[in-house]
């Protein structure tokens, strides 16, 4: 609880990012990432972000895999990043000082740098109000939705449980 109320406060000026896993059979996202699912106060400013990797120019054009965990239950906060083969500074194998990995953990920063972009160009954003234009905007044009999200301006977005918003756009 003591966590939870910690991560609740940060929401009031930051985005909470999360990688969902990456276990391409699980239906549901880990157990971090789907904190907004048992504390709802959490989900006002938190992201789920999945791996996924495309192939081509485009989501529409394009193939696309998920790799990782579908979002299940946290569908309508999870969204989708290509996080395959992203070099990093974390270190590598036989000595050398960048490595390309695959993952959701590679994926959730570029989410969040869509955060920080997103951040910049609207600085009167409450995050809240950054979260909802990420979720919104997501390419969803490559899976069936079966639901959708109403946001604040009135705005909906389909989503589904496999691929939650789609993939950051």
Known sequence: DAYA????????????????GNNPSATEVGGLAGMPLIYSDLAEAWLTVGWLSVQGSDATSSTVTRQGNQCGLAAKFCIFADGTWITSGIGGYNGSMYWSYGGSSMAAPIVSGGVALLSEAFPNHTPEQLVDRILATADNTFFTTTDTLTFANGITHGYNSEYGQGILD
């Open 5 to 20: 109320t910690a991560l609740n406060n940060f929401q009031s000026t930051g985005v909470i990012v999360r990688a969902a």
